[in-house]
Each structure stands twice: as C-alpha cells, then as structure tokens.
C-alpha cells in the first residue's frame, strides 16, 4: 500500500473517529445508551432512518453502473463491490417496518410521516453521487454509516431492551440488531476495497461523502430530539 493511500485512510479515520465522538454526545444517544429513550423518540428514529436505507440498494446499483463506466484502472472490482453491497442491504428497510409494526404502529404509516431536512440532504446527494463520476464516493458514506453501526449498535439495543421500559422492544429492534452483524463483514470488506481508490479526485470524492454524511447524521439526531416531546 502506498503513502498516498495510507494518508488517505488517515484522513478518513479522523472523520470517522471526529464523528463517532460527536455522536456519542449527543442527547439522544445518550439516552438510548441509558435506557432512557423514550417511545416518541425511537420511533422518530426508525421513521427517518427508514427512508434513507429503502435509497441504498438503488443507489448501490446506480453506482456500480456508473463505476463501470469511469477510467478507473480498479473500476471492475468496485463495481462488483457496490454490486455485492446492494445485494446485502436488499430489505434493511423491511427490517425498521417489523420494528415500528412491532411497537404497535402501522407499516404503510411510515410514508405518511416526510422525510427531515438532513434526510432530505442526504438522498439529494446519494443520489446524484450514486449517478454521476463521483459514485466511488459512496464508499465514504459507507465507512461512514457502517462503522458507526459498529459503534452503537450493541449499546443501543442493550439500553432498549434492559432499560426502556418501552411495551414490546424485544420484539422492535431488528434492524439495530442485524444491521451491527452484518456490518461487520461489510466494514471488513470496505476495508479491502478502500486499496482500489487510488485516484486522488476519487479519494477527496469519499472523504467529502465521509464528511458530508457524518454531518447529516448528527443533524438527523438532532432533529429526533426537537420532536422527542411531541406525541405518536
């Protein structure tokens, strides 16, 4: 591995660990580590993050097609990891549908409730990216998104399931849950994958889609926190 691609790395572990610290500050999170989350806010929570995992699968897709057609000198194995990926992440979004069903909401219900600001911003991107020169990119919200599975995952469901007191969240954290597992084999292989961006546009492209979704996700926090106190 080269210098460039070791300062690469470096640079996007520091954005992740910068996010992963913010997070971890953050009210809400420190309530659902407690067990003092509250109904209102969990299902906030799954409402939003149900509409930006039912984006990934197409997103993946879109961005494997677009990989394929870039100069890329690595753009086959790319395309067949985001390919792969997209595989992966078919039905996480059904995964939250049997949560919030679980805690006594109606499934076709969650359409009714739109998307935040920072949701919003984040599927404008994610969208474009994943169609564009830059699909790569989509790596850097996966290292991203998935470490931070990682990072939360168990303590999250730990502090529903123990300390909660919420009617039925045994049953209502499947997506937590499986989502930490499978991460964990998608962290491993993003490693790998990380060898093949080795174009200095497409390495500032994933640690701008790095910095960009770190920031949308605290904001997502914040915003389950601004409507923590109004009523399901």
Known sequence: MGTANNEFRLALKGIADQFYGQLRFKPVMKHFATGDVS????VTFLRQSYH????????????AASVRQSSSSHRDDISARFLEH????????E???????ALGEDRAAVHDFQPCTAVRAYLAYSHHLARSRHAVALFGQAYVLEGGALESSDYMVRGLIEHSGIPNIADGVKYLRLHG????EHVQALGRALDWVTEPEDQYAVRL?????????LDLVDYVETVSVARV
């Open 95 to 101: 995964w939250i549908l049997d949560d919030l069903e």
């Open 39 to 42: 109904r209102v806010e969990y």
């Open 52 to 63: 930006y995992v039912q984006a990934t699968t197409p997103n993946l897709n879109a961005a």
């Open 209 to 217: 889609a790095a910095e960009f979704t770190s920031q949308v996700i």
């Open 86 to 93: 997209a595989a992966d992440e078919q039905g996480h979004d």
């Open 181 to 184: 597992e499978v991460d964990i």
